[in-house]
């Protein structure tokens, strides 16, 4: 009875040893598939890496493709010649495309509602567009001094090479005397005709229409009413340059026919705006004095030109530049100081400065201007 009980027991725990056995088994099995599935995905993931790696590899090469023939287009198209460098905006075809840029003059200006295409009268230069900077210098009649030779000899030799071809000057001619025109033209032909015919220089003459009615009466003999009148015809000058330099570059620097510039200036103002953390900046003065040496997003200028337009007669445009930075980033009663520190990411000032202001004789008849930048 006893060994009954002990084979039982024995044959029990057999039946119970052989059960385990199958159930390991069993483990094993659903493991190891599982395991050649993992290692199945695995495989195909890796397959799936790089025929995304050859894929881009392929995009990359033909995105270097395309831009090595834009390159070369580009540099075709410089390569042309111009036969003259001279054009008369009135002879242009009729099919050529008026700038809308000058468009918003006749919002402010009635009299221009009547005028068809609103351009300068003159360009000298290959109208050249698609750089980072446009330099903009307005010029009148100083009588028997000039400082505009002087001024663009300085800002074009203190470029580089790949400066010179990333940028435009635009030399504004803002005065109705032809024969100042004419010398300005010829001085430029001769001086600088390398510049032009890369298209980095242009000259510009702003048509006499464009001014309104007020400027075209008889001139007060009275001091105070002609420098009235010279300031309001100096705010329109350069909101009509600004106009025309919009469009051609990524940010526009004003300077004037009186300055001259530091060397590497404008290696050092491409380091600086690189280098400005914020993007939402108001403007940048390279230089204390005035108007000079402020550079601006092209994309901006169109709300200081309107704000300029709609004051034009009430103050000099680099107190309407204040004027413009108190009444978009001030609080009400704050003062200009402490609102200029609150902003000083918005409204940066470089040290040292740029430019420096050279003449003497001012654009006003008969006065003489002996300031300087003490930070130059």
Request: proline residues 3%; contains cysteine.
């Amino acid at each position: 009875m006893r060994t009954r009980h002990v084979n039982l027991l024995i044959a029990l725990v057999a039946v119970v040893l052989f059960s385990f056995s199958c159930f390991c088994i069993s483990r094993m099995t659903q493991t190891s598939n599982q395991l050649i599935n993992c290692r199945n995905r695995i495989l195909e993931l890796k397959e799936g890496i790089l025929r995304l790696k050859n894929r881009t590899e392929r995009n990359r090469q033909e995105l270097i493709k395309a831009l090595n023939k834009i390159k070369y287009e580009i540099t075709q198209g410089e390569n042309i010649s111009v036969n003259s460098v001279k054009k008369k905006v009135n002879a242009l075809d009729r099919n050529e495309t008026a700038p809308n840029a000058f468009e918003v003059l006749k919002f402010f200006f009635p009299h221009l509602r009547k005028v068809g295409r609103i351009y300068p009268d003159v360009i000298t230069g290959k109208e050249k567009t698609g750089v980072s900077f446009a330099l903009g210098i307005s010029t009148v009649d100083r009588g028997n001094r000039s400082y505009l030779r002087q001024t663009l000899t300085s800002v074009v030799s203190r470029m580089t090479l790949s400066e010179e071809k990333d940028s435009v000057v635009i030399v504004s001619v803002a005065d109705s005397n032809e024969d100042y025109l004419k010398s300005v033209v010829d001085m430029i032909t001769k001086k600088f005709n390398r510049q032009l015919k890369s298209g980095s220089l242009e000259v510009i003459s702003i048509p006499a229409y464009f001014y309104p009615n007020m400027l075209h009466t008889k001139q007060s003999t009275e001091d105070s009413q002609q420098l009235e009148s010279w300031q309001i015809k100096q705010v329109l000058d350069f909101c009509f340059l600004m106009l025309y330099a919009q469009p051609k570059a990524m940010y526009y620097l004003q300077l004037e026919d009186g300055i001259i510039a530091k060397k590497m200036y404008l290696t050092k103002i491409t380091d600086f705006v690189h280098k400005i953390t914020s993007k939402n900046w108001f403007y940048i003065e390279f230089s204390i004095l005035g108007f000079i040496g402020k550079l601006f997003k092209s994309e901006d200028l169109t709300d200081f030109i309107r704000f300029f337009l709609m004051f034009y007669k009430d103050k000099p445009i680099d107190l309407l530049l204040g004027d413009l930075f108190q009444v978009k980033m001030c609080k009400p009663g704050e003062t200009l100081e402490k609102c200029t520190e609150r902003n000083k990411q918005i409204r940066i000032r470089y040290k040292p400065s740029l430019f420096q202001h050279v003449g003497i004789q001012s654009s006003f008849p008969g006065r003489e201007q002996y300031f300087k930048d003490i930070y130059y």
